[in-house]
C-alpha cells in the first residue's frame, strides 16, 4: 500500500536563485510543485545521488559559502 502524501513538516529555508531555479525546473519537469519535488528527493536521497559527486560537490560549495553570503 503507498504511502499517504500528507505534510507534516513546514520549515523555511534559505536558496540560492541558482538552486531555486533548478528546483522548479525538476518539479516542473517532475510534473510536481516544489514542495513534492523536495520531498522526492530527500525520501530518495541516497539513490538519486552519486557519494563520490556529492562529496567533492559539498566541499566546493563550502569553500565558497562565505563569499557567497556577502
Given at each position: 500500500m503507498p504511502k499517504r502524501f500528507r505534510l507534516t513538516r513546514r520549515f523555511p529555508v534559505s536558496m540560492t536563485e541558482d538552486g531555486y531555479r533548478?528546483?522548479?525546473r525538476f518539479a516542473q519537469d517532475a510534473g510536481l510543485d516544489e514542495g513534492?519535488?523536495?520531498?522526492?528527493?530527500?525520501?530518495?536521497?541516497d539513490s538519486v545521488t552519486n557519494h563520490d559527486n556529492l562529496t567533492h560537490r559539498m566541499r566546493i560549495f563550502n569553500a565558497e559559502l562565505e563569499d557567497r553570503k556577502r
Open positions: 533548478r528546483l522548479r513534492e519535488a523536495l520531498s522526492f528527493l530527500f525520501e530518495n536521497f
